[in-house]
């Protein structure tokens, strides 16, 4: 979770963007789960406020060995506190990623080099892992929005399609979200005039009709591969030589 939006008092336990965000990223570690009959490490790159690992860690825990949260945004001090718990905060990529399922929520958007992150994950990846990524979706969305967030980007489903096999990640499954309120951001963002993030505390009546006609839509997310504001990519990373060699 981004930070700034916590400084905009967003509040992620009732949020219907957040709330309705995590969905499909339960479901596919329940997926996950039922294939491989094992527990999976949680590696959350970009992980800010840790919102999502931690909601995996709280609904799912007999899923789940660690966590491992990596920001460039902690401080020392919440990295020595973090040690020997099993959320530990780091500021680098893990040196061996196995058993793991790597999320990165609105990570991608935020590097200057994305392509170069991957690589890196890949890397430091034996066997097979999986990942989870979220990215915000259309350019014709780009707005002052983005640009208080610090993105360099927004992305269709070809741009991440190129990337990821770029950087040799396997897509299982690639979809939009949140395109039925698609209409509205856009209408909203072509006339919007403050430099602010969009993410603002909403009435309880509104946050209550967005969290139910949002959670509703997630029930038909695989097939939406035509528009959204934020566009999902599920799948796995396998490094066979990495893994061969580990196991000599």
Request: proline share 3%.
């Given at each position: 979770?981004?930070l700034?939006?916590i400084?905009?008092?967003?509040?992620?336990?009732?949020?219907?963007?957040?709330?309705?965000?995590?969905?499909?990223?339960?479901?596919?570690?329940?997926?996950?789960?039922?294939?491989?009959?094992?527990?999976?490490?949680?590696?959350?790159?970009?992980?800010?406020?840790?919102?999502?690992?931690?909601?995996?860690?709280?609904?799912?825990?007999?899923?789940?060995?660690?966590?491992?949260?990596?920001?460039?945004?902690?401080?020392?001090?919440?990295?020595?506190?973090?040690?020997?718990?099993?959320?530990?905060?780091t500021?680098?990529?893990?040196?061996?990623?196995?058993?793991?399922?790597?999320?990165?929520?609105?990570?991608?958007?935020?590097?200057e080099?994305?392509?170069?992150?991957?690589?890196?994950?890949?890397?430091?990846?034996?066997?097979?892992?999986y990942?989870f990524?979220?990215?915000?979706?259309?350019?014709?969305?780009?707005?002052?929005?983005?640009?208080?967030?610090?993105?360099?980007?927004?992305?269709?489903?070809?741009?991440?399609?190129?990337?990821?096999?770029?950087?040799?990640f396997?897509i299982?499954?690639?979809?939009?979200?949140?395109g039925g309120?698609?209409?509205?951001?856009?209408?909203?963002?072509?006339?919007?005039?403050?430099?602010?993030?969009?993410?603002?505390?909403?009435?309880?009546?509104?946050?209550?009709?967005?969290?139910?006609?949002?959670?509703?839509?997630?029930?038909?997310?695989?097939?939406?591969?035509?528009?959204?504001?934020?566009?999902?990519?599920?799948?796995?990373?396998?490094?066979?030589?990495?893994?061969?060699t580990?196991?000599?």
């Open positions: 979770m981004d700034k939006e400084e905009n008092g967003v509040n992620p336990d009732i949020h219907w963007y957040y709330q309705t965000k995590k969905v499909p990223l339960f479901r596919y570690i329940e997926k996950l789960y039922k294939l491989e009959r094992q527990k999976f490490n949680i590696i959350d790159l970009g992980a800010g406020s840790g919102f999502f690992s931690q909601e995996l860690c709280k609904n799912y825990a007999q899923f789940i060995n660690n966590s491992c949260l990596v920001d460039i945004g902690y401080t020392d001090k919440e990295i020595i506190l973090s040690r020997h718990t099993t959320s530990q905060k500021k680098e990529i893990p040196s061996n990623i196995s058993h793991s399922l790597v999320i990165m929520m609105d990570v991608l958007e935020h590097v080099n994305d392509l170069d992150l991957l690589i890196n994950i890949k890397r430091a990846s034996s066997g097979k892992n990942f990524i979220t990215v915000p979706a259309f350019r014709s969305l780009w707005s002052s929005h983005d640009v208080y967030l610090g993105h360099h980007r927004r992305y269709e489903i070809a741009d991440l399609q190129r990337l990821l096999a770029n950087a040799d396997n299982t499954n690639i979809y939009y979200i949140y309120i698609y209409p509205l951001v856009w209408l909203l963002r072509k006339f919007k005039t403050s430099d602010t993030s969009d993410m603002k505390p909403a009435h309880p009546l509104v946050n209550f009709l967005l969290t139910a006609i949002n959670a509703f839509e997630m029930n038909f997310r695989k097939y939406n591969w035509f528009f959204g504001v934020t566009c999902v990519v599920e799948g796995f990373i396998l490094n066979e030589l990495k893994h061969n580990m196991s000599k």
